[in-house]
């Protein structure tokens, strides 16, 4: 989680946020959380979506992404890759997160069950679907999503699918870019996803400025050392001192002139 938080130059509580939601969320193991964040890592090398912005966003996400199925480092992965895609069509990574939030929100949403309703599709049927047959929901509804837009050219029939934009657009950007999401999933579930993070620590670690944070920390810890050394005198020299400065005020107060 440090090497996170410092790789990313995130805050610790951030990435450490993020580890909780994704072992609490995705049920994966503490042993295992090295790699979720090796492959958030991975990822970000594949898009536009960094690991910084990764680290921020996975909070949030996991808990949709659990109610959707999704578990597991297979869970990070899907995620991860997703991000990517929806980073393609994005102004910048925090609008790519809230259209990809705002998508799975809408994919259980009653409106948008009455939306698919009214071009034929259930969603309810979907779900059922893809868990007896094992599949990922996501994914099979993007492909319904897929057949009933014209792989994204039937604007209209889009916008009766997702009449929010955010969601339209997270909609457009995974079926446009499908082929490309399949790859970034693919390139997530080889072998040399692991170790990333700490490659790019090992790479950062010999940069000046964490040299700089390096120095700082040991003028901090020399700090602490010094206020343990001399705490207790300074406490007794705060203590007289505080009652010198009640006398002092309550004469002032009594004779300002003599002040």
């Known amino acids: 989680t440090l090497r996170l938080a410092k790789t990313a130059g995130v805050e610790v509580t951030e990435a450490s946020q993020s580890g909780i939601g994704i072992m609490q969320n995705l049920n994966v193991e503490v042993r295992d959380l090295g790699m979720a964040f090796d492959i958030m890592a ?77 071009l034929g599709v259930s969603i309810e049927q979907v779900l059922a679907k893809s868990k007896k047959n094992g599949t990922d929901f996501v994914d099979d509804m993007l492909r319904e999503i897929g057949r009933l837009t014209k792989d994204g050219t039937d604007a209209i029939a889009l916008t009766k699918l997702f009449p929010d934009r955010q969601g339209r657009q997270a909609a457009l950007a995974l079926i446009t870019h499908r082929r490309e999401l399949e790859r970034i999933k693919g390139v997530l579930r080889g072998g040399g996803v692991g170790g990333t993070l700490e490659s790019d620590f090992g790479r950062i670690s010999k940069t000046s400025r964490f040299g700089l944070d390096r120095i700082w920390a040991g003028f901090n810890r020399i700090g602490v050392a010094l206020g343990r050394a001399f705490g207790p005198l300074l406490g007794e020299m705060a203590e007289r001192f505080a009652g010198f400065a009640e006398r002092f005020v309550a004469w002032a107060d009594k004779d300002p002139a003599i002040v």
């Open 42 to 118: 991975k990822a970000g090398k594949e898009g536009r979506f960094e690991i910084n912005d990764m680290a921020r966003a996975f909070p949030g996400l996991s808990s949709r992404a659990k109610l959707l199925g999704m578990n597991g480092l297979d869970g990070v992965r899907r995620m991860s890759a997703m991000l990517q895609i929806t980073r393609t069509n994005a102004r910048d990574a925090e609008e790519a997160e809230n259209n990809l939030l705002n998508f799975l929100d809408k994919l259980t949403g009653n409106e948008t069950l009455q939306h698919f309703d009214k």
